[in-house]
C-alpha cells in the first residue's frame, strides 16, 4: 500500500494555466459623470494569467462613439489606452440612454448601453452642518431615478479618511467611527445606473454581470449631489 | 391540494395519537401468550448494550436490544426455552427460562466483555442485526473502534466518518462532512437526542465530541427513518455513555492536543459521569515570545436515576467554547493597542425520561435545550478608541417524545412527535452603535408514524411518514419513508429505500470559502421554498467467508430549493438574500470490512457525481469528488501492540480557475479621479480540478501498565510521506509576472500520547 502511495506521490504539482486556452479579451471602462459633463474611457486588453503586463496596455486605433440625446459623439485616441472627444462634446441629460460601440483595428468590436440616473438631491444633512464628532449621521436623499442605486462617501479634510457605503434605499446612517475625529468632511451621495452598480457589486464574482457584448468592463453612468459637514 | 392533503394526514395522526394503546398495567390474565423482556448491561461497569441479540434458542424468535440495551419478545407460547445473549465482544449468555401465559418475565442479563474479539459468538450477533433489522445506509462506531483509527493529535468522531464511503472531506483542515452530494449544513447532528449546531472546535480542524464518553454513535447517510427531520441528507446520532453503575473508574489521556479527564461511578439507583477535555498550548506557552492565545475546552456530564423498574431519568449536558483571547500594546505611539475576546461555543441540557408503559410498549420523552454563541469584544486603542462587540446566538427549545409499541404480531410500531421552538438573534455593534441587528424566532412542530413490519420470514418493511409544520409562511410538508430488506440467501440480503426530506434552516456561507470558523445558521423566511430533497437507495449485503461483509449501496437524490448565500444582494429586497438552486446527486458506495480477528477494518469505495443548477448555470459543487478510496485497517501485532494504517484516495475536486487577468478600474468619487489595479479574470464556475488527494496515516499503540495503571501509549505520524495535497492555488498579480502559489494541507506530522484507566 505505501508502495501505492508513493508511486501516487509521484503524479500530479501545480495546475497547468495554459490549459484553460484563455483568448485575451476587450477590457472596457467607459463612465459618463453627469457633474463635471465628462466622459472617461479606457480601452484595454486583458492578459493571460501569467502573462507579463506591459507599461501600455491599451488598445490603440480603436474607433469609439458613443450616441444618445440626439447625439453622436466620436472619441478619439489619447495613448495608454485613453479615449477623449475630440471636438463635440457629450451633453449628458437624466434618463437619457446612451449607446457606446468600438471597433479595434483587428476586427473586434463591443457594445454597451446605459442610462443616465438623475442626480439625488441631499435632503439630510444641511451644508455646513455642524454635528458631534463620533456619532451616528442619518443621511437622507431624494432620488428621481426609476433605479434606485446609490453611493454615499464621507471624506475628511484634515484625516483623508474615505468611507463608503453602497445602498439601494435613499437613507442611511454613517457609523461613528466614520466620524471619529473632528474634522471637515465632504459627503456624496451619488445615483449609479444598473451597469456601473452590478460592476462595482460583482466584478470580483466568478461570472460577472458585464452588461458589455463583445468584452468585459463597464459603461456606466453616476451623478451626485454634495454636502459639506463639520464634524467638532 | 398538498396543504389540504397536509392537513388531513396532521387531522389523522392526531387521532392515531390519542388513539393509541391506553398507558396501563401488563397484559390481562386472560392473554393466551407470555413474554420475556428486560434489559442487557455490561457486567464490567453497568453500561447498558445497545444492539445485543437476545433469541430464544430452537426457535426463529428473538430480537435485538435498543440503543438503551431494552429487549422484549412478546407473543411467545408457554413453556420452556433456553434464553440467550449474545453481542460482538462480550461472552454469550444462556439460561433456562419457564415462560407463563399471560405473563410476562424480567431479566437483567449482564454480559461479560471477552478478551478475544472473534469465533462463532461474535459472528452470530453480527448476523442477527443483519438478519433482523432493515438498516440501509446505516454504520455504528463504538469508542474502540474511533480510537484505533489514526488521527491528528487524537481521535475524532468526524473524521473517522470522513472515512467511510458516501462521505466526503474537503481539506485537512476540515472534518466537516459532505455526504452523497449534500453540503454540511444538510447534516442533522445529535448529542443524546439533542441537535448540536456548531459541532466544531477550531474552525472545524477539530469535531467537539470527547470519544471518551461516547458508548456509541449511529451514522445514517441516506434513506433515513421518520423520527429523524429537519435535514436534508444524514443523521448523525452520538450517544455518550451513561457511568459505571458498580464502581467509582477514571480514565484520561494526554495528547499533543489536549490532556483529558473522565470519571464515572454509581449513584443511589443510577449512574453519573463527568467528561473533560482542554487544549494546553495556551498554558505552555504563556510567558514566552510564541504566546497562543487560543484554547478549547469540553465539559460533559450525565446524570441517570432509575426510578423504579419502569421510570429512568436522565439528565445530560455539554458545554464547549472555543476561546480567543488576545491583547497586544503598540510599542510607540503609532501603533495601536489591541485587546480582543471571542467566545463561541455550544452548551446542551437535556432531560429523558423513560417510562416502560407495558413489556411491550414504552415512551420516551425528551426536553432539550441548544445553545449556540458567538461573543466578541474587540477594543482598538491609538489617539481614539473603537469597541466592536459582536453578539449571535442560537436558543433551541425542543421536546419530544415517542412511543413504541410491540404488541402487534409481526409489527414495531413508533408514534411520537416532536416541537422546537427556535430563537436566532445576531447583532454586530461598534461603540454601543447597532450596525446589524436580526431576529427571528421560527417554531417547528413534527409528527411522526412508523412500523417496522416482518412481512415473511425473509421480508422486512419500515414504513413510515412524517408531518411537520414550519411557522414561518405556514408551512406544511408531508415527507414517506420507504424501507425494504429481503434476505435473499442465508448470506445475501437486498435492501431497498425511499424518502422525502424537507430543510429549514440553512447556513450563510459562500460556494467559495476555503475555510470558516463556524457556522452561521438561518431559518429560511417566508420568502423561500423550504429546502427539499428525496432519496432513492438500492443495494445489498453480502456475507463472505473469513468474516468479510461486503455492502454495496447505489443510490439517487434529487434536491430542490437549495440556498446559496447571495453576498451581492440588494439590502432591501428580501427575495434576493440566495440563490435557489436545484440539484443532483448519484453514486456508488463498496464497502468490504471485518470486525473481528486480527485484523479489522474496511476498504471503502465510492463514485459519486453531484450537480447543482441555478437559473443563471449548471455547475459541480466544489466538494464533487469523483472517486475516493479509504483503507482503515487495525492489525494486533502479539499481545500488547496494535499497528494503525488509513489511507486515503479522492479525485481532484472543481476549484474556480483563473485563466487571465484585467485592470479592473473604478471611478473614486471623493477624489474624482480614476484608480485602478489588476485583478482575476475567473474561469467558469468550478471548472477545473485540484490534483489527486491521498494520504497515508499511521499508528502504532501499546497497551499497558504504568504505576499500577493501565496505559497506553501511542506514536502517530499523519501524511507519512509528506504528500503536498493542495488546499487552493493563489495568485499574487502584484508581481510581473503574476506569481502563482500552491497553499498545500497537513505536512507530515508526527503526534504522540498516552491513554489511561485507574
Given at each position: 500500500m505505501l508502495a501505492a502511495a508513493l508511486l501516487l506521490a509521484a503524479c500530479g504539482g501545480g495546475?497547468?494555466?495554459?490549459?484553460?486556452?484563455y483568448e485575451p479579451e476587450i477590457n472596457v471602462f467607459a463612465l459618463l459623470l453627469y457633474n463635471s459633463g465628462q466622459t472617461v474611457i479606457r480601452l484595454e486588453e486583458s492578459y493571460r494569467a501569467l502573462d507579463r503586463v506591459p507599461e501600455d496596455r491599451g488598445i490603440a486605433g480603436a474607433r469609439v462613439t458613443i450616441k444618445g440625446a440626439d447625439q453622436e459623439v466620436a472619441y478619439v485616441d489619447q495613448g495608454g489606452g485613453r479615449y477623449a472627444e475630440a471636438g463635440k462634446i457629450l451633453r449628458l441629460e437624466p434618463g437619457a440612454t446612451y449607446l457606446l460601440t468600438i471597433s479595434v483595428p483587428d476586427g473586434r468590436e463591443v457594445a454597451a448601453q446605459c442610462t443616465m440616473p438623475a442626480p439625488p438631491r441631499l435632503?439630510?444633512?444641511?451644508?455646513q452642518q455642524h454635528i458631534a464628532a463620533n456619532d451616528a449621521l442619518p443621511v437622507v436623499w431624494q432620488s428621481e431615478s426609476p433605479e434606485p442605486h446609490f453611493l454615499v462617501n464621507v471624506r475628511g479634510n484634515i484625516h483623508a479618511y474615505s468611507a463608503e457605503v453602497m445602498t439601494d434605499s435613499t437613507a442611511t446612517d454613517f457609523y461613528p467611527f466614520y466620524l471619529a475625529q473632528p474634522d471637515i468632511y465632504v459627503l456624496k451621495v451619488a445615483a449609479l445606473d444598473r451597469n456601473y452598480y452590478d460592476y462595482l457589486r460583482m466584478?470580483?464574482?466568478?461570472?460577472?454581470?458585464?452588461?458589455?457584448?463583445?468584452?468585459?468592463?463597464v459603461f456606466g453612468a453616476i451623478a451626485y449631489d454634495e454636502r459639506v459637514i463639520i464634524a467638532e | 391540494m398538498l396543504k389540504k392533503n397536509a392537513e388531513m394526514a396532521a387531522i389523522l395522526l392526531l387521532a392515531a395519537l390519542l388513539l393509541?394503546?391506553?398507558?396501563?398495567?401488563?397484559?390481562?390474565?386472560?392473554?393466551k401468550w407470555a413474554s420475556i423482556s428486560g434489559f442487557v448491561r455490561d457486567a464490567s461497569n453497568g453500561e447498558p448494550l445497545p444492539y445485543a441479540n437476545v433469541y430464544l434458542v430452537g426457535t426463529n424468535l428473538g430480537t435485538l436490544t435498543s440503543l438503551r440495551g431494552y429487549f422484549v419478545i412478546p407473543h411467545l407460547a408457554e413453556g420452556r426455552y433456553l434464553f440467550t445473549v449474545s453481542l460482538l465482544g462480550y461472552q454469550r449468555w444462556q439460561s433456562e427460562v419457564q415462560l407463563h401465559a399471560g405473563a410476562d418475565s424480567v431479566l437483567t442479563v449482564h454480559l461479560t466483555p471477552s478478551t478475544?474479539?472473534?469465533?462463532e459468538v461474535t459472528k452470530t450477533a453480527q448476523r442477527e442485526r443483519f438478519e433482523r433489522?432493515?438498516?440501509?445506509?446505516t454504520v455504528a462506531l463504538t469508542m474502540r473502534q474511533l480510537q484505533v483509527v489514526p488521527m491528528l493529535a487524537e481521535a475524532d468522531v468526524f473524521r473517522t466518518l470522513q472515512l467511510l464511503p458516501g462521505v466526503v472531506s474537503r481539506s485537512d483542515f476540515s472534518s466537516q462532512l459532505y455526504v452523497r452530494g449534500g453540503s454540511p449544513d444538510q447534516n442533522l447532528v445529535l448529542l443524546d437526542g439533542v441537535s448540536v449546531y456548531n459541532p466544531f472546535h477550531l474552525g472545524g480542524v477539530?469535531?467537539?465530541?470527547?470519544?471518551?464518553?461516547?458508548k456509541e454513535l449511529e451514522f445514517l447517510?441516506?434513506?433515513?427513518?421518520?423520527?429523524?427531520?429537519?435535514?436534508?441528507s444524514s443523521v448523525l446520532a452520538v450517544t455518550n455513555r451513561e457511568g459505571n453503575v458498580k464502581s467509582y473508574r477514571g480514565s484520561g489521556s494526554l495528547s499533543l492536543l489536549s490532556v483529558r479527564g473522565l470519571a464515572e461511578g454509581p449513584l443511589p439507583s443510577g449512574s453519573f459521569l463527568i467528561a473533560a477535555r482542554r487544549t494546553y498550548f495556551d498554558q505552555v506557552f504563556k510567558?514566552?515570545?510564541?504566546?497562543?492565545?487560543y484554547y478549547f475546552y469540553d465539559l460533559q456530564g450525565k446524570i441517570n436515576l432509575?426510578?423504579?423498574?419502569?421510570h429512568r431519568l436522565t439528565l445530560s449536558g455539554f458545554y464547549g467554547d472555543d476561546v480567543l483571547d488576545f491583547s497586544a500594546e503598540g510599542e510607540d505611539e503609532s501603533e495601536v493597542d489591541v485587546d480582543l475576546n471571542w467566545v463561541w461555543g455550544n452548551r446542551t441540557t437535556s432531560l429523558i425520561w423513560r417510562w416502560i408503559i407495558r413489556p411491550d410498549l414504552f415512551s420516551e420523552t425528551i426536553l432539550s435545550r441548544s445553545r449556540f454563541d458567538n461573543d466578541l469584544d474587540a477594543t482598538v486603542e491609538g489617539s481614539g478608541t473603537a469597541n466592536l462587540m459582536l453578539d449571535n446566538r442560537i436558543n433551541d427549545y425542543s421536546a419530544k417524545a415517542d412511543v413504541t409499541y410491540?404488541?402487534?404480531?409481526g409489527h414495531g410500531i413508533k408514534l411520537g412527535f416532536s416541537w422546537s421552538d427556535l430563537d436566532f438573534r445576531y447583532g454586530i455593534a461598534i461603540d454601543d452603535y447597532r450596525l446589524f441587528s436580526y431576529t427571528a424566532r421560527p417554531a417547528l412542530l413534527a409528527l411522526y408514524l412508523q412500523d417496522h413490519w416482518q412481512l415473511r420470514a425473509r421480508l422486512q418493511l419500515n414504513s413510515g411518514v412524517r408531518l411537520e409544520h414550519y411557522s414561518l409562511g405556514n408551512r406544511w410538508s408531508l415527507s414517506p419513508r420507504l424501507g425494504l430488506q429481503y434476505q435473499i440467501a442465508a448470506n445475501l440480503a437486498l435492501k431497498a429505500s425511499y424518502g422525502q426530506y424537507t430543510q429549514y434552516l440553512t447556513t450563510v456561507a459562500s460556494?467559495?470559502?476555503?475555510?470558516?470558523?463556524?457556522d452561521l445558521w438561518l431559518p429560511i423566511s417566508k420568502n423561500y421554498r423550504p429546502q427539499t430533497a428525496r432519496h432513492y437507495v438500492a443495494g445489498g449485503e453480502w456475507w463472505l467467508p473469513h468474516d468479510l461483509i461486503l455492502t454495496m449501496e447505489g443510490y439517487y437524490k434529487t434536491f430542490a430549493g437549495l440556498l446559496d448565500l447571495?453576498?451581492?444582494?440588494?439590502?432591501?429586497?428580501?427575495?434576493?438574500d440566495y440563490f435557489v438552486a436545484e440539484g443532483t446527486a448519484r453514486g456508488l458506495e463498496l464497502l468490504l470490512k471485518r470486525q473481528t480477528g486480527p485484523l479489522q477494518g474496511w476498504l471503502g469505495y465510492s463514485w459519486c457525481l453531484t450537480k447543482r443548477r441555478t437559473a443563471e448555470h449548471t455547475y459541480y459543487p466544489k466538494?464533487?469528488?469523483?472517486h475516493t478510496f479509504h483503507a482503515v485497517l487495525n492489525r494486533r501485532l502479539g499481545r500488547n501492540w496494535t499497528l494503525g494504517v488509513v489511507f486515503s484516495y479522492g479525485s481532484g475536486m472543481p476549484y474556480t480557475p483563473i485563466p487571465g487577468k484585467y485592470m479592473a478600474y473604478e471611478w473614486r468619487l471623493d477624489r474624482n479621479e480614476l484608480s485602478g489595479h489588476l485583478v482575476d479574470r475567473p474561469g467558469?464556475?468550478?471548472?477545473a480540478r485540484f490534483p489527486l488527494y491521498h494520504r497515508m496515516d499511521v499508528s502504532l499503540r501499546r497497551e499497558g501498565h504504568l504505576f499500577g495503571i493501565s496505559a497506553t501509549p501511542y506514536l502517530q505520524i499523519i501524511n507519512l510521506y509528506n504528500r503536498k495535497n493542495v488546499f487552493y492555488y493563489f495568485w499574487d498579480h502584484d508581481a510581473n509576472p503574476s506569481r502563482l502559489t500552491t497553499v498545500s494541507m497537513f505536512p507530515l506530522l508526527p503526534t504522540l500520547g498516552v491513554d489511561f484507566a485507574f
Amino acid at each position: 500500500m505505501l508502495a501505492a502511495a508513493l508511486l501516487l506521490a509521484a503524479c500530479g504539482g501545480g495546475p497547468d494555466v495554459n490549459e484553460f486556452n484563455y483568448e485575451p479579451e476587450i477590457n472596457v471602462f467607459a463612465l459618463l459623470l453627469y457633474n463635471s459633463g465628462q466622459t472617461v474611457i479606457r480601452l484595454e486588453e486583458s492578459y493571460r494569467a501569467l502573462d507579463r503586463v506591459p507599461e501600455d496596455r491599451g488598445i490603440a486605433g480603436a474607433r469609439v462613439t458613443i450616441k444618445g440625446a440626439d447625439q453622436e459623439v466620436a472619441y478619439v485616441d489619447q495613448g495608454g489606452g485613453r479615449y477623449a472627444e475630440a471636438g463635440k462634446i457629450l451633453r449628458l441629460e437624466p434618463g437619457a440612454t446612451y449607446l457606446l460601440t468600438i471597433s479595434v483595428p483587428d476586427g473586434r468590436e463591443v457594445a454597451a448601453q446605459c442610462t443616465m440616473p438623475a442626480p439625488p438631491r441631499l435632503i439630510a444633512p444641511a451644508d455646513q452642518q455642524h454635528i458631534a464628532a463620533n456619532d451616528a449621521l442619518p443621511v437622507v436623499w431624494q432620488s428621481e431615478s426609476p433605479e434606485p442605486h446609490f453611493l454615499v462617501n464621507v471624506r475628511g479634510n484634515i484625516h483623508a479618511y474615505s468611507a463608503e457605503v453602497m445602498t439601494d434605499s435613499t437613507a442611511t446612517d454613517f457609523y461613528p467611527f466614520y466620524l471619529a475625529q473632528p474634522d471637515i468632511y465632504v459627503l456624496k451621495v451619488a445615483a449609479l445606473d444598473r451597469n456601473y452598480y452590478d460592476y462595482l457589486r460583482m466584478r470580483d464574482e466568478e461570472e460577472p454581470l458585464w452588461h458589455i457584448r463583445g468584452g468585459i468592463g463597464v459603461f456606466g453612468a453616476i451623478a451626485y449631489d454634495e454636502r459639506v459637514i463639520i464634524a467638532e | 391540494m398538498l396543504k389540504k392533503n397536509a392537513e388531513m394526514a396532521a387531522i389523522l395522526l392526531l387521532a392515531a395519537l390519542l388513539l393509541a394503546p391506553p398507558p396501563g398495567g401488563r397484559a390481562s390474565a386472560g392473554d393466551k401468550w407470555a413474554s420475556i423482556s428486560g434489559f442487557v448491561r455490561d457486567a464490567s461497569n453497568g453500561e447498558p448494550l445497545p444492539y445485543a441479540n437476545v433469541y430464544l434458542v430452537g426457535t426463529n424468535l428473538g430480537t435485538l436490544t435498543s440503543l438503551r440495551g431494552y429487549f422484549v419478545i412478546p407473543h411467545l407460547a408457554e413453556g420452556r426455552y433456553l434464553f440467550t445473549v449474545s453481542l460482538l465482544g462480550y461472552q454469550r449468555w444462556q439460561s433456562e427460562v419457564q415462560l407463563h401465559a399471560g405473563a410476562d418475565s424480567v431479566l437483567t442479563v449482564h454480559l461479560t466483555p471477552s478478551t478475544i474479539e472473534m469465533g462463532e459468538v461474535t459472528k452470530t450477533a453480527q448476523r442477527e442485526r443483519f438478519e433482523r433489522e432493515v438498516h440501509i445506509s446505516t454504520v455504528a462506531l463504538t469508542m474502540r473502534q474511533l480510537q484505533v483509527v489514526p488521527m491528528l493529535a487524537e481521535a475524532d468522531v468526524f473524521r473517522t466518518l470522513q472515512l467511510l464511503p458516501g462521505v466526503v472531506s474537503r481539506s485537512d483542515f476540515s472534518s466537516q462532512l459532505y455526504v452523497r452530494g449534500g453540503s454540511p449544513d444538510q447534516n442533522l447532528v445529535l448529542l443524546d437526542g439533542v441537535s448540536v449546531y456548531n459541532p466544531f472546535h477550531l474552525g472545524g480542524v477539530f469535531s467537539t465530541f470527547n470519544v471518551d464518553a461516547i458508548k456509541e454513535l449511529e451514522f445514517l447517510s441516506g434513506g433515513f427513518p421518520v423520527e429523524y427531520g429537519g435535514r436534508l441528507s444524514s443523521v448523525l446520532a452520538v450517544t455518550n455513555r451513561e457511568g459505571n453503575v458498580k464502581s467509582y473508574r477514571g480514565s484520561g489521556s494526554l495528547s499533543l492536543l489536549s490532556v483529558r479527564g473522565l470519571a464515572e461511578g454509581p449513584l443511589p439507583s443510577g449512574s453519573f459521569l463527568i467528561a473533560a477535555r482542554r487544549t494546553y498550548f495556551d498554558q505552555v506557552f504563556k510567558h514566552t515570545r510564541y504566546a497562543f492565545p487560543y484554547y478549547f475546552y469540553d465539559l460533559q456530564g450525565k446524570i441517570n436515576l432509575d426510578l423504579s423498574q419502569r421510570h429512568r431519568l436522565t439528565l445530560s449536558g455539554f458545554y464547549g467554547d472555543d476561546v480567543l483571547d488576545f491583547s497586544a500594546e503598540g510599542e510607540d505611539e503609532s501603533e495601536v493597542d489591541v485587546d480582543l475576546n471571542w467566545v463561541w461555543g455550544n452548551r446542551t441540557t437535556s432531560l429523558i425520561w423513560r417510562w416502560i408503559i407495558r413489556p411491550d410498549l414504552f415512551s420516551e420523552t425528551i426536553l432539550s435545550r441548544s445553545r449556540f454563541d458567538n461573543d466578541l469584544d474587540a477594543t482598538v486603542e491609538g489617539s481614539g478608541t473603537a469597541n466592536l462587540m459582536l453578539d449571535n446566538r442560537i436558543n433551541d427549545y425542543s421536546a419530544k417524545a415517542d412511543v413504541t409499541y410491540l404488541g402487534l404480531r409481526g409489527h414495531g410500531i413508533k408514534l411520537g412527535f416532536s416541537w422546537s421552538d427556535l430563537d436566532f438573534r445576531y447583532g454586530i455593534a461598534i461603540d454601543d452603535y447597532r450596525l446589524f441587528s436580526y431576529t427571528a424566532r421560527p417554531a417547528l412542530l413534527a409528527l411522526y408514524l412508523q412500523d417496522h413490519w416482518q412481512l415473511r420470514a425473509r421480508l422486512q418493511l419500515n414504513s413510515g411518514v412524517r408531518l411537520e409544520h414550519y411557522s414561518l409562511g405556514n408551512r406544511w410538508s408531508l415527507s414517506p419513508r420507504l424501507g425494504l430488506q429481503y434476505q435473499i440467501a442465508a448470506n445475501l440480503a437486498l435492501k431497498a429505500s425511499y424518502g422525502q426530506y424537507t430543510q429549514y434552516l440553512t447556513t450563510v456561507a459562500s460556494d467559495e470559502e476555503n475555510f470558516s470558523l463556524m457556522d452561521l445558521w438561518l431559518p429560511i423566511s417566508k420568502n423561500y421554498r423550504p429546502q427539499t430533497a428525496r432519496h432513492y437507495v438500492a443495494g445489498g449485503e453480502w456475507w463472505l467467508p473469513h468474516d468479510l461483509i461486503l455492502t454495496m449501496e447505489g443510490y439517487y437524490k434529487t434536491f430542490a430549493g437549495l440556498l446559496d448565500l447571495n453576498e451581492k444582494g440588494i439590502a432591501s429586497d428580501p427575495t434576493d438574500d440566495y440563490f435557489v438552486a436545484e440539484g443532483t446527486a448519484r453514486g456508488l458506495e463498496l464497502l468490504l470490512k471485518r470486525q473481528t480477528g486480527p485484523l479489522q477494518g474496511w476498504l471503502g469505495y465510492s463514485w459519486c457525481l453531484t450537480k447543482r443548477r441555478t437559473a443563471e448555470h449548471t455547475y459541480y459543487p466544489k466538494y464533487d469528488r469523483r472517486h475516493t478510496f479509504h483503507a482503515v485497517l487495525n492489525r494486533r501485532l502479539g499481545r500488547n501492540w496494535t499497528l494503525g494504517v488509513v489511507f486515503s484516495y479522492g479525485s481532484g475536486m472543481p476549484y474556480t480557475p483563473i485563466p487571465g487577468k484585467y485592470m479592473a478600474y473604478e471611478w473614486r468619487l471623493d477624489r474624482n479621479e480614476l484608480s485602478g489595479h489588476l485583478v482575476d479574470r475567473p474561469g467558469a464556475k468550478n471548472s477545473a480540478r485540484f490534483p489527486l488527494y491521498h494520504r497515508m496515516d499511521v499508528s502504532l499503540r501499546r497497551e499497558g501498565h504504568l504505576f499500577g495503571i493501565s496505559a497506553t501509549p501511542y506514536l502517530q505520524i499523519i501524511n507519512l510521506y509528506n504528500r503536498k495535497n493542495v488546499f487552493y492555488y493563489f495568485w499574487d498579480h502584484d508581481a510581473n509576472p503574476s506569481r502563482l502559489t500552491t497553499v498545500s494541507m497537513f505536512p507530515l506530522l508526527p503526534t504522540l500520547g498516552v491513554d489511561f484507566a485507574f
